[in-house]
Nanobody, 111 residues
Framework: QVQLVESGGGLVQPGGSLRLSCAAS????????MGWYRQAPGKQRELVAI???????NYADSVKGRFTISRDNAGKTVYLQMNNLNPEDTAVYYC?????WGQGTQVTVSS
């Protein structure tokens, strides 16, 4: 069974940066489309970024120019580099593969 485990969340001040990681077991992430989603309190889960098997990336308008999705050459981890964070980025961030989800990692942006 595929497992996705996110890490790297935390509390950061506005303007700060975080790097989220999604460690995948039983799949090589480079062969598939992988996504990062987020869900803020009282809101629906929304797409943040995706990366396809050929390396094409796509981002939500709200994070373009600030977030970067990537994966490692070993094919086991997908990353989300988040720069210039603002309070509206506060949410639980989830890694996604097909219909599978990780447990999520909390990102809180606050002064």
């Amino acid at each position: 069974q595929v497992q996705l485990v996110e890490s790297g969340g935390g509390l950061v001040q506005p303007g700060g940066s975080l790097r989220l990681s999604c460690a995948a077991s039983r799949i090589r992430v480079g062969y598939y489309t992988m996504g990062w989603y987020r869900q803020a309190p009282g809101k629906q889960r929304e797409l943040v970024a995706i990366i396809t098997s050929v390396g094409t990336t796509n981002y939500a308008d709200s994070v373009k120019g600030r977030f970067t999705i990537s994966r490692d050459n070993a094919g086991k981890t997908v990353y989300l580099q988040m720069n210039n964070l603002n309070p509206e980025d506060t949410a639980v961030y989830y890694c996604q593969f097909g219909d599978m989800w990780g447990q999520g990692t909390q990102v809180t942006v606050s002064s």
